[in-house]
């Protein structure tokens, strides 16, 4: 049987540029001419058995790494070159070996590359080919983003985590006092756990909002955080390790499929046990039957944010409770749904949240301020709308606040005695809106965006309506 030839010049032209070595000096030391070293690390010749031998006592070479043909690395190439984007690009494997052996960074980023860009394709091939705006999204068959999927699971049921809810009270009632829950919170982490919590200033965590580093047990904070963000940061390390396992008990239950998914719909499962434990249930309800459901008094009184009680509003819908079915949503500018819930769920169908006509949309030209709107559905169903913004982190010079709008909402007959049913009744706050541009059939509608899908449009060249898109 034929020896078989060993070409490893590229390992070779490795060994020497390791050595700092020119080929002049290492072919004196093999005993051969340079040009010959040329041609060996050019893979245009062989190496032969006396110069293995040579090389493995003048240089301490592992005779079978020269020998292997670039392992694992090459094999993967053959599977990045096989995609059918790649077919036909390399005639044989010879190449791929040469790449693997004489360039392995370039080879290792190839393959870095091509598993980003396969990750990628994976995500977009089941994505929806049209974002619809009617409310609710059309899209193909197949999988969605892990996004997408919590969003969709946390969004349809009611906000109300009945385990959670329960060991956050559980919890609350074995710390001493119930005097300062904040302070508490905190001296729980370093007393059972040892962590203790810093703030940072801005050029230590420029990216980050929290860091918790495990080798010194301390929770890092962000100084851009306002105060009852850092207080909702502790509670939800807290949340994390003190109700652990009903966190996990109700991630079950959601039956995310996905990984990543699972990763996120914990986290969100984690920011309501850390609101669970800020504003206690009972103490919570009470509290806000008493002040008629008022937003800023409950978080002036539980000294949280605005949007931390909002929200806490629509988490009350434990069985039997007698609580309107609030629900929750916040936009940004450029009107992305960032998160949406609710007592009874998201009113999706219902309610829609997507006319540009709802009072968070107006909320950007008057941060700061309550707008209090009834808004009348096609259908003659009517809400009462709490809408308002709140700003993110603190920003630097020079650098955009983060600004986002809340609509906290109900239907206006399950308000009963909320403080703001009165200004909603008032005429001016009289709001005709739909559930979206493309399913409304409201005709000289000044905000419409697009055209109902319901209806032809009207191509009558002697009348223009007011809309921007008229139909029949």
């Not at 590229?10 to 060994?15: E, G």
């Not at 193909?140 to 983003?145: A, W």
């Not at 509290?287 to 944010?305: H, I």
């Not at 609710?342 to 309550?370: E, M, T, W, Y």
Request: hydrophobic residues 45%; glycine residues 8%; neutral net charge.
């Amino acid at each position: 049987m034929a020896e078989r030839k060993i070409f490893a010049g590229p390992k070779v032209r490795r060994l020497r540029q390791s050595l700092d070595l020119t080929q002049t000096a290492m072919a004196e030391g093999l005993g051969i001419s340079p040009s010959y070293l040329n041609l060996i690390e050019r893979n245009q010749r062989p190496l032969t058995v006396q110069l293995l031998l040579r090389l493995a006592s003048v240089y301490k070479v592992d005779l079978e790494q020269l020998q292997a043909e670039g392992g694992g690395a090459a094999a993967q190439l053959r599977e990045v070159f096989a995609d059918p984007l790649l077919a036909g690009e390399i005639p044989g494997d010879q190449e791929l070996v040469d790449l693997a052996e004489g360039a392995p960074n370039a080879a290792g980023g190839v393959l870095k590359l091509y598993r980003a860009y396969r990750e990628q394709a994976v995500r977009l091939s089941d994505l929806a080919e049209i974002l619809a705006r009617e409310g609710h999204e059309t899209s193909i068959s197949g999988t969605r983003l892990p996004i997408d999927l919590v969003r969709e699971k946390l969004e349809g049921r009611s906000s109300f985590f009945a385990r959670i809810e329960a060991a956050a009270e559980a919890f609350l009632a074995s710390l001493p006092s119930a005097d300062d829950p904040a302070g508490q919170l905190k001296a729980w982490l370093k007393s059972s756990h040892g962590i203790s919590v810093r703030i940072l200033p801005v050029h230590a965590m420029p990216m980050l909002r929290r860091r918790y580093d495990r080798h010194s047990m301390r929770l890092f904070l962000s100084e851009r955080l306002s105060l009852a963000e850092r207080r909702r940061e502790v509670a939800q390390e807290v949340a994390l390790l003190a109700l652990r396992e009903e966190i996990a008990q109700e991630l079950q239950d959601l039956a995310l499929p996905v990984a990543e998914a699972q990763r996120i719909a914990r986290f969100e499962l984690a920011r309501l046990g850390a609101l669970a434990l800020m504003m206690p249930y009972g103490t919570f309800l009470a509290a806000a039957q008493r002040a008629r459901f008022d937003v800023e008094v409950l978080a002036a009184r539980f000294d949280v944010s605005f949007e931390q009680a909002a929200f806490r509003l629509s988490m009350l819908g434990r069985p039997g409770s007698a609580v309107p079915p609030f629900f929750i949503m916040e936009v940004d500018h450029a009107g992305n749904h960032l998160r949406r819930a609710g007592v009874q769920g998201f009113p999706k169908a219902r309610f829609g949240g997507n006319c540009p006509k709802l009072g968070h949309h107006l909320a950007f030209s008057q941060p700061g301020q309550i707008l209090v709107d009834c808004v009348e559905m096609p259908d003659a169903t009517q809400f009462l709308t709490i809408c308002r913004t709140i700003d993110g982190p603190h920003a630097a010079y020079g650098e955009r606040l983060r600004r986002t709008a809340l609509l906290l909402g109900c239907e206006l007959e399950a308000s009963g005695d909320i403080i703001y049913r009165q200004a909603a009744e008032m005429p001016a706050a009289r709001v005709l809106t739909g559930t979206a541009c493309r399913l409304c059939e409201r005709q000289g509608c000044l905000s419409r965006a697009e055209p109902p899908v319901t209806r032809p449009l009207g191509l009558d060249e002697m009348v223009t309506g007011l809309s921007a898109y008229d139909f029949q």
